[in-house]
């Protein structure tokens, strides 16, 4: 028996990765023949910090940086655990954001200029080639229904140079209908699907009698708060300052903070976004974030319930479902917080949910742009939710060469400037789930931005790789899925609906996850005993018989 007392560790410090356990043992037969480990409390942030606050910044805070005389113990360049790392790069493993490139994406005078090519036909631009089978522009950027766009675009005139006015429009239009909340479409969005039917979204509901998620054993932290599914005669309401109590910050992005907040008048709590609209061009992007959000009815996509915009500021407020699980960078923190690994049959059950959120975002006529582990959440259940469509943007925009998004996850045909399509969303899927598996970023984090542009699109790309040195195994399947998912050439990677066929999704989805119960274990979530829901088997890394790491 190995005992370590857990060190202060750099926010991605790898020294965790080698004291794993799989997450997911208690319910499965790991491959992996991992040491046996007594990891003690680590001494940051509390839990309960944790369960109701899942912003980067926070998790920065509790982490204490890796003293000077202890080695980085993360690898480089790309995929061994363990490996020494060349002192020019840093402890921490990943950078934030290096950049975030944005641009409106078709100027006023450029739009009302240009001559709408006809559907089918290829435009070229800034070296890309899209397709056109629907062509952009800021008219209907300000729709978000069909009906309204023919309206809008009769009076497009009027609007084109006047986005506030448009925004005043959609936000007008973009409180939720009465009956939004239990109307759920399937990818293809073809039927409906309510919550109650689909027995992986028994989210929306922690208000049923004793706040417990259905069969988890999992008891609401916060019983006092509820999500809105089971209130429809709250479904539409005003939204307003005065209406909501402050509960704590989950995050902030480049658009401004996102709050966990609670409707004094039912106590329902939600996510709320603030966007501070400085200038037409901020406007404009939070007309397209409405547009898009607006339209947006799948279990894999974040629910938008209404917006509004304070009189007294330039603020624009996205009212949305909260999701408790926190995002999958706060998840990922935390299991390497826990000296634990995420195994596969939640790895898998990410994954497919990424990718049917996808699948139903392209159906949309829309790729996000932008997936990356802090754009995936998770609910309390553990059902993915794709979020932030602030950069993301109709596929056929005929100024897709603009450059937004994060660097670090695009795929290297939208660094080279190139033809992207939703093809590119699914390399940032594959990126993600690398880090979130192996508990830390793919490529050499601290390296110059172009240096890391190079490598990505040099071609060098990574892989899912076993660690020997933590008796970690991942499946065949496994690691050809990561391998699909980074195929390089964009034009030969699979879309997310055909990644969706894909033998590792097929096989282990039909492996029983109870995904609410793993999420209460990552953030030892208290249960209906009133112990924490972190098993002993997740603490000590103990392997199950079998030693498969599933
Ligand atoms: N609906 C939500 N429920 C729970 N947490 C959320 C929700 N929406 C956002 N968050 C948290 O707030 C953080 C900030 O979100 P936001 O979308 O503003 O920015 P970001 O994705 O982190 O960065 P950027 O927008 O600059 O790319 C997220 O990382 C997430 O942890």
Same mark, same amino acid.
């Given at each position: ?166 925004? &005043? ?59 809105? %599914?089971?209130?429809?005669?709250? %479904? ?20 401004? %903070? ?35 959000? @607006? ?9 938008? /319930? ?52 996808? @699948? ?48 670090? /996850? ?9 033809? /992207? ?21 793919? /490529? ?10 190079? &490598? ?58 109870? &995904? ?35």
């Amino acid at each position: 028996m190995i005992s370590s007392k857990p060190k202060p560790l750099g926010p991605r410090s790898k020294s965790a990765a080698r004291s794993t356990s799989a997450l997911d043992s208690s319910f499965s037969s790991p491959r992996h023949s991992a040491p046996q480990l007594t990891l003690e409390p680590v001494t940051i942030a509390s839990r309960s910090q944790h369960v109701h606050d899942h912003s980067s910044s926070n998790r920065n805070s509790a982490y204490s940086p890796l003293s000077p005389s202890e080695p980085p113990r993360f690898n480089v360049p790309v995929l061994t655990l363990g490996a020494p790392i060349p002192s020019r790069i840093r402890a921490n493993p990943r950078p934030p954001n290096l950049y975030t490139l944005e641009s409106n994406p078709i100027p006023p005078s450029t739009a009302s200029s240009k001559s709408d090519p006809q559907p089918g036909s290829n435009v070229h631009e800034n070296g890309a080639t899209i397709r056109a089978d629907k062509t952009y522009s800021p008219e209907n950027q300000l729709n978000f229904r069909p009906a309204i766009r023919t309206e809008t675009q009769a009076t497009a005139q009027n609007q084109r140079l006047d986005p506030v006015k448009g925004l &005043m429009k959609v936000l007008d239009k973009l409180s939720i209908s009465d009956n939004a909340t239990s109307q759920r479409f399937d990818y293809e969005g073809r039927s409906e699907v309510s919550p109650e039917d689909d027995a992986n979204d028994v989210a929306f509901d922690t208000t049923s009698k004793d706040s417990s998620v259905a069969g988890t054993g999992i008891r609401s932290k916060d019983s006092q708060s509820r999500s809105p %599914a089971k209130s429809p005669t709250l %479904a539409r309401k005003d939204f307003c300052d005065d209406n909501f109590d402050v509960i704590s910050r989950l995050g902030e992005g480049a658009g401004g %903070a996102v709050h966990k907040v609670m409707d004094k008048r039912d106590r329902l709590t939600y996510a709320r976004k603030i966007i501070t609209t400085r200038d037409s061009t901020s406007i404009r992007q939070v007309v397209r974030e409405l547009t898009i959000i @607006a339209e947006m009815r799948h279990k894999n996509i974040i629910l938008s /319930y209404g917006a509004y915009m304070s009189p007294s500021s330039s603020e624009v407020k996205i009212v949305m479902e909260y999701c408790e699980g926190g995002s999958l960078e706060s998840i990922g923190a935390r299991v390497q917080e826990i000296g634990a690994v995420v195994g596969e049959k939640p790895a898998v059950r990410i994954a497919e949910g990424i990718l049917q959120g996808l @699948a139903y975002l392209h159906t949309k006529r829309t790729i996000h742009r932008d997936i990356k582990p802090s754009n995936i959440l998770l609910s309390r259940e553990g059902v993915v939710k794709l979020c932030d469509f602030g950069v993301s943007r109709e596929l056929v925009n005929s100024n897709v060469a603009t450059f937004t998004g994060t660097l670090l /996850y695009m795929a290297p045909e939208r660094i080279a400037g190139g033809e /992207y399509n939703v093809r590119s969303d699914v390399w940032s899927t594959g990126i993600s789930l690398l880090e979130l598996v192996q508990n830390r970023f793919p /490529y050499p984090s601290d390296l110059p931005p172009m240096e890391i542009v190079l &490598m990505i699109t040099g071609g060098e790309t990574p892989k899912l790789e076993d660690d020997p040195a933590s008796g970690i195994t991942w499946s065949p399947e496994m690691k050809d899925f990561i391998k699909q998912a980074l195929t390089h050439d964009g034009a030969l990677r699979p879309s997310p609906k055909e990644l969706l066929e894909h033998r590792w999704i097929q096989t282990v989805m039909r492996e029983e996850v109870h &995904m609410a119960r793993w999420i209460g274990q990552v953030w030892g979530w208290k249960t209906r005993k009133g112990r924490s829901d972190t098993s002993d088997s997740i603490r000590s890394g103990r392997p199950s018989s079998s030693g498969s790491r599933k």
